[in-house]
């Protein structure tokens, strides 16, 4: 180790290494996730630095070789557990799992988490060369009992390499594949994975799945940090700026042209950069092509590889026939709260999108009932923001202000039509109020615990 070296974070496994004198002992802050350091302490045997670890239930042990020029090696969780480890825990003793959801929303940290379960877990990532041999030609050992197999959709015909692995494999292997891309794009060459599989969405951190697992962060901190871990967890702003730089870079210029051979990369960064001062207004196809000069089909193109991708997604106004729903013009929103260019207001109805677009995503996986986000809107103009929708039924509407504690007017005219009980989730609010089924609330309270 060399000593001007204080500190360092190992990404994969979102742990924090910090320098100092004396054996690190279990403190309340990181005793949870103690067991989840052993990936990133393998790392640093690898790379020659000695660690050593205090178990309070077991003899303190040296794990490695003992140096008396370097100092110990103090762990800092700069990550957190998923509310979904336990689901994905229980359907892999009765299916292979897929696990979607956007880049570096801690899909692989997860899925090494989970790993720790098991007695001879191999993970497998199709974008190392070595890890890519060893995946075509099936060489994980035969008593390997969870196998996972990250980013494998890129790979040619990888829905019958993973049949063919699923229908043959021993009774003691579970399967696990994670990949940056919606499952509605793997259904595209065919089903040849049906009824082999349960799918998962893992998404940014929302208020909900913070106060379940026990993180506290003011309503600002997801307007201005959004929910992706690293940026999330940073110890300050600037850190998460830096992320999110390098992260937009990273989805225009890897995984966009990775997903498909775009010719006008230039347009599309373009859309990217414009959909963001955009999110809450009805997107209108023509109007964008003719800003960046392509035709209004490329644009809904463009749109729908942003969407495969978990970069943004649209939700449409509510019309009892789907069809009609979806030629009418949608609003879009942003998987990272962080990337919005507006004022608060803008930011915290993205904030309350993404978090309604999780839990409908989270019940959906866990029992099957198909859910839907979408808007209420008429001819004259009258809007609500949000309408949740179970098994295409009318559940709850919910209006988003930044400040205003009078209850809406378009909340009480949909009301007394439609007789939707409905909430006003308010960002700056002291009094919470309620007439009838209709209900102001305050919208960090409402968020950590929503009821629908």
């Known amino acids: 180790m060399q000593e ?60 490695f070789r003992f140096s008396l020029d370097y100092s110990a090696i103090c762990i800092r969780m700069v990550s957190m557990e998923r509310q979904i480890k336990s689901r994905i825990i229980s359907d892999l003793k009765k299916k292979m799992v897929l696990l979607s959801g956007p880049r570096q929303v801690g899909k692989s940290f997860l899925a090494k988490m989970i790993m720790e379960e098991f007695n001879k877990p191999r993970y497998l990532n199709w974008d190392n060369t070595k890890d890519r041999k060893v ?26 390499f993973l049949k063919g692995i699923y229908d043959t494999k021993p009774a003691s292997l579970s399967i696990l594949v994670t990949g940056s891309a919606r499952l509605e794009t793997f259904r595209r060459s065919g089903d040849s994975l049906a009824g082999r599989y349960f799918h998962h969405r893992l998404f940014p951190v929302t208020p909900s799945e913070a106060k379940n697992v026990d993180v506290e962060k003011p309503l600002n901190h997801y307007l201005d940090r959004g929910g992706f871990p690293e940026p999330f967890l940073a110890e300050n702003g600037d850190e998460a700026g830096r992320w999110r730089r390098q992260y937009i870079d990273g989805l225009i210029r890897e995984d966009i042209l990775n997903f498909e051979n775009i010719t006008q990369l230039k347009a599309m960064n373009l ?54 729903s979806l030629k009418k013009q949608p609003k879009l929103y942003f998987f990272d709260t962080g990337l919005i260019k507006g004022d608060p207001g803008v930011k915290l109805e993205n904030c309350v999108a993404l978090s309604l677009y999780r839990e409908n995503c989270l019940k959906e996986d866990q029992d099957g009932k ?9 001819k004259e103009g009258r809007e609500v923001d949000f309408l949740l929708l179970e098994e295409q039924v009318p559940r709850l509407m919910i209006e988003v202000k930044a400040s205003q504690s009078s209850l809406s007017d378009n909340l009480k005219y949909f009301h007394e039509k439609y007789d939707i009980p409905g909430v006003q989730l308010v960002g700056d609010l002291r009094l919470e109020n309620e007439t009838g089924s209709l209900k102001v609330l305050k919208a960090m309270e409402w968020l950590s615990h929503p009821v629908f």
């Open 4 to 63: 001007d070296i204080n500190s360092f974070c190992f990404a994969n496994s979102g742990i924090e290494f910090t320098k100092r004198n004396g054996l690190i002992t279990h403190q309340p802050e990181i005793k949870r996730f103690a067991k989840h350091a052993a990936a990133a302490i393998l790392a640093l045997r690898v790379a020659g630095f000695p660690v050593y670890y205090a178990n309070p239930h077991r003899p303190k042990r040296n794990l």
């Open 135 to 160: 995946i075509m030609g099936e060489g994980w050992s035969t008593n390997t009992d969870l196998l996972v197999l990250d980013e494998i959709h890129k790979m040619a015909s990888w829905k019958n």
């Open 271 to 324: 859309l990217v950069e414009m959909l963001r001062e955009r999110v809450t207004s009805p997107i209108r196809y023509q109007s964008l092509s003719e800003d960046l000069d392509v035709s209004p089909n490329t644009v809904k193109h463009y749109l729908e590889i942003l969407e495969a991708l978990y970069i943004v997604f649209r939700i449409y106004p509510y019309h009892h026939s789907i069809t009609r």
């Open 370 to 378: 198909k859910r839907e986000l979408g808007y209420l809107k008429t």
